[in-house]
């Protein structure tokens, strides 16, 4: 398959992702990342309540920490991750808040409604490297009960008929003290030194 017609298949599927109202308890609209041909997926988990508003993911706190860690051990700077990495999520929708404060964590229901679109995105870009941040992410293609026990590897994964290289990283909200300890700090800065020796290259 030629790059033009990759473009163009991906393109047209996130035109139809984007008007996606299948969860009522979503807060619509869809945030969606640009329709970049890449062979890196970045998965997060889904959308804040600034992430609708300002129409890309990873916009406000939690990115700004994201872009920085990939930035210090990489060197790639932020525009250049939006323009050679496809962003994706577990759900593409912000969830709302909980009543006792904090984001909603979407249910089994929604995070199945959404997987037919991270699938058909797997299976169009055919990638090399996936890397999910945050525990959400990461248990959708590795088991994880510890962030000690996942952050820091790679592995193989396959789904979607596509085989690729998984590295996680935590979520870099803030939420968690566990990017702060000495173990934290440390896996962290690991699994970004694995992201920036792949062989997968980011201009």
């Given at each position: 398959m030629t790059d033009t017609s990759t473009r163009q298949r991906l393109a047209a599927h996130v035109k139809k992702l984007m008007r996606c109202r299948k969860c009522p308890k979503m807060h619509p609209p869809v945030v969606s990342g640009r329709a970049v041909v890449s062979r890196i997926v970045l998965v997060g988990q889904a959308p804040g309540d600034k992430e609708p508003k300002l129409g890309?993911?990873?916009?406000?706190?939690?990115?700004?920490?994201?872009?920085?860690?990939?930035?210090?051990v990489t060197g790639w700077p932020e525009m250049t991750c939006r323009e050679e990495i496809y962003f994706a999520a577990v759900c593409r929708c912000f969830p709302g808040k909980k009543a006792a404060g904090g984001d909603r964590v979407p249910s089994p229901e929604e995070v199945a409604n959404c997987a037919e679109w991270l699938n058909k995105e797997l299976e169009i870009l055919k990638?090399?490297?996936?890397i999910p941040v945050?525990?959400?992410?990461?248990?959708?293609?590795?088991?994880?009960?510890?962030?000690?026990?996942?952050?820091?590897?790679?592995?193989?994964?396959?789904?979607?008929?596509?085989?690729?290289?998984?590295?996680?990283?935590?979520?870099?909200?803030?939420?968690?003290?566990?990017?702060?300890?000495?173990?934290?700090?440390?896996?962290?800065?690991?699994?970004?030194?694995?992201?920036?020796?792949?062989?997968?290259?980011?201009?």
């Open positions: 890309r993911p990873f916009a406000w706190t939690a990115g700004k920490r994201l872009f920085k860690w990939l930035f210090d990638p090399a490297l996936l945050g525990k959400l992410a990461i248990e959708q293609f590795v088991t994880v009960e510890r962030l000690d026990d996942v952050v820091g590897k790679k592995f193989q994964v396959k789904r979607a008929g596509q085989a690729f290289d998984v590295i996680p990283l935590p979520h870099p909200s803030g939420a968690s003290p566990w990017c702060y300890t000495a173990t934290g700090k440390r896996l962290l800065k690991k699994a970004l030194r694995l992201i920036a020796r792949h062989g997968v290259v980011v201009k």
